[in-house]
């Protein structure tokens, strides 16, 4: 009999990190994955719980208020070397909002400087006014040209200098309403401010992530036979039509 397929998803801090619809993002690679006859299995890691990273194929850091990213930066840093390591050694990492202000050097929030992972050397400041809205991007993420649709509402504006980032913004305001970036890429990591949740409407993402980690952890491709997606395509396409028009 042959080995079953089962990848191990970590969901970081669901009970301190889970704005706008997150956890739908989970449910995501997990229902892509059993329907394709694969198994998954999703690990929720509360803030007092260990974490072993080295078991994980993908790891999603959700968004959280100022206040509850207060609360598990001194958890986060404690894990920097296992983060490093983990992201090194091309581990999946998928991190939203407040999860992707985290992986960077600190979000600077009036007098106060939280420090993140220092994962990446970008940083986040507090800007006038909170950026929200629908959004459209031009990625190339899945190795192919095509649109991401999401929703942001961020009061951060992060710098992310010379890395790719996940998309070019089409409408909405992205990293920070200055440079056209939205979201950053390194790696196996992508960081990014869209909400929605993004998996959901955007089915080639949560594949590629899918992907990555299949790849990473049996050393070869693994095709995804394709899904119905039908609903799925119509209701991105609708968002892509509406708000890249505006």
Known sequence: MSEAICLTIGHLFPDLLNLYGDRGNLLALKNRLIWR???AEVVEITKDDPVELAKMDIVFLGGGSDREQRLVCERLRTMRQDFRSYVDEDGVLAAVCGGYQLLGSYYQLGEEKIPG???LDIYTKTGEGRLIGNVVLESNFTGKKEMVVGFENHGGRTFTGEYEPFGSVIC??????????EGVLYR???GTYLHGPLLPKNPTIADELLRRALARKYGRAIALEPLDDTLEQEAHDYAVKRFSQK
């Open 37 to 39: 006859g694969m198994e």
């Open 117 to 119: 992972l220092e994962l």
């Open 172 to 181: 909405g305001y992205g990293n920070n309403a200055e440079d056209h970036k």
């Open 188 to 190: 196996n990591v992508l």
